[in-house]
């Protein structure tokens, strides 16, 4: 049986309230990159032992959000890969983890983070329910629209670019985990 709970927690300075279920069962490891994914670790302790997130990781840290991460969420984040990461143009994530940058990186990666618990049956559900698209509103205060290509989830950005979940439901402590194919990226 699921309890549910409200949970109250900020981000970049911004408050949220989430209404959330608590798993009613034990979750089990699941692994990304090779790496043991733990549900009872937070993300940012389990994305940095995978080694196809190190990109994501660094830029967390330079974002100044991985204490917030490490928090008690709720959150749902969409993970670019380092392969995600390489297709921007080059220069681009070594110019976002500059110092001078780190409001326009804390905005890109907050475009990643939705203030909510959702696995993939529950995006997928909201889908179906609202014709073939379901708009949600991320961290940054931007919008991602969630949509199938087939079975599979695709997140779209401000921009229209697609990305692919390639591994859904990556349980944490705090959390859940969507590894995708490509690094969202919000208008302007």
Same mark, same amino acid.
């Given at each position: 049986m699921s309890k549910t709970r409200?949970?109250?927690?900020?981000l970049a300075g911004v408050a949220f309230l989430a209404l959330v279920a608590a798993p009613a069962v034990a979750m089990s490891p699941s692994k990304v990159g090779g790496a043991t994914m733990y549900p009872d670790k937070t993300i940012v302790e389990n994305a940095a032992a995978a080694d196809s997130l190190s990109t994501l990781v660094a830029a967390v840290k330079a974002a100044g959000l991985a204490e917030t991460l490490s928090g008690e969420?709720?959150?749902?984040?969409?993970?670019?890969?380092?392969? @995600?990461?390489e297709k921007?143009?080059?220069?681009?994530?070594?110019?976002?983890?500059?110092?001078?940058?780190?409001?326009?990186?804390?905005?890109?990666?907050?475009?990643?983070?939705?203030?909510?618990?959702?696995?993939?049956?529950? @995006?997928?559900?909201?889908?179906?329910?609202?014709?073939?698209?379901?708009?949600?509103?991320?961290?940054?205060?931007?919008?991602?629209?969630?949509?199938?290509d087939g079975d599979k989830l695709v997140i779209i950005d401000e921009s229209g670019n697609g990305a692919t979940v390639t591994q859904a439901d990556v349980m944490q402590s705090n959390g859940v985990v969507h590894v995708i194919d490509m690094v969202l990226l919000p208008a302007g």
């Open positions: 409200t949970m109250r927690f900020a969420g709720p959150f749902t984040v969409f993970a670019p890969t380092n392969a @995600a990461f921007l143009p080059e220069g681009t994530v070594e110019t976002l983890l500059k110092p001078e940058n780190k409001e326009k990186l804390q905005q890109i990666l907050t475009y990643h983070v939705v203030a909510a618990k959702a696995t993939s049956d529950a @995006a997928i559900k909201m889908v179906k329910d609202d014709g073939g698209e379901h708009n949600v509103t991320t961290v940054s205060g931007d919008t991602l629209t969630l949509k199938m």
